[in-house]
């Protein structure tokens, strides 16, 4: 690790500790941590900056834990098993603390590209992108208008309705590694039509993440069409 990507995962673990002070004093914080209240403090306040293992162990273990219980406060799943996860995927600035937890919890190489479906993977996409530094794309179920040409991926679904999804073929070049992305992940079919998109784009798949999978069909659905990882941060 260079210096640069030391710090950077330093001040990331200061985010994390942040936003669990939130809704913690320091003695809780430190029963959830196991760090002593007084470095958490010194911390906290940006006085000291916590050493490399310690900002490691909070952004990849405890973050995701925290993150996860998070997410879970915030998402209302109604007697049909549908999921109302607004409270997420419309705040931007937790989703941008979720990024840095994402990359470094699940093993995801940096992408070039993150993409997503429209319309509720996108603010998740956007933070991760804003994260690794690279481009964000998104397939929507029509084609923009003024674009020439698309990359076009077709699944009939279990419904029998036919989805189509569109990506401006400009928006990954071949070579480039994607990584796959959404708010949810229920039969996987929308993960696999961006798998398909990433293929004929003859990309890379970096992994594929979802914040919340509805059960786990969709998880062993996009493990069967790729060998990156795959991952949600939490199931309901
Ligand atoms: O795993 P699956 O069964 O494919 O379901 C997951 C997809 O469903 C939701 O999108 P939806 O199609 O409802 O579109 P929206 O984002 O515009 O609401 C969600 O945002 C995922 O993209
Ligand atoms: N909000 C949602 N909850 C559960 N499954 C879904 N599939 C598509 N949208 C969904």
New binding site residues.
């Given amino acids: 690790m260079n210096r640069a990507e030391k710090a950077a995962l330093q001040l990331r673990a200061v985010d994390v500790l942040r936003m669990l002070k939130e809704t913690r004093t320091y003695d809780e914080l430190a029963e959830t941590t196991g760090l002593p209240a007084g470095d958490l403090n010194r911390y906290v306040n940006g006085h000291v900056l916590p050493g490399t293992d310690r900002a490691r162990e909070v952004v990849e273990d405890l973050g995701r834990e925290a993150l996860a219980e998070e997410l879970d406060a915030r998402i209302r799943v109604d007697d049909d098993g549908y999921v109302d996860n607004s409270a997420t995927v419309f705040d931007q600035p937790f989703l941008d603390l979720a990024a840095p937890v994402v990359a470094n919890g699940f093993n995801f190489e940096r992408p070039d590209v993150v993409l997503t ?5 996108i603010t998740l996409a956007a933070a991760l992108a804003s994260y690794y530094g690279v481009r964000c794309a998104y397939a929507k179920k029509r084609k923009e208008t003024a674009v020439e040409e698309f990359i076009e991926a077709r699944q009939r679904l279990q419904s029998g309705i036919e989805l189509t999804y569109y990506l401006p073929a400009s928006a990954i070049d071949p070579g480039e590694s994607v990584l796959v992305v ?10 696999e039509l961006l798998l398909d998109i990433a293929h004929t784009a003859d990309a890379d798949v970096a992994g594929v993440f979802a914040l919340i999978a509805a059960g786990e069909d ?1 998880i062993r659905r996009a493990r069967d069409h790729t060998d990156a990882p795959v991952g949600a941060l939490t199931t309901v």
């Fill in positions: 479906a429209a319309t509720d993977g959404d708010d949810l992940i229920r039969s996987g079919e929308t993960q969709g």
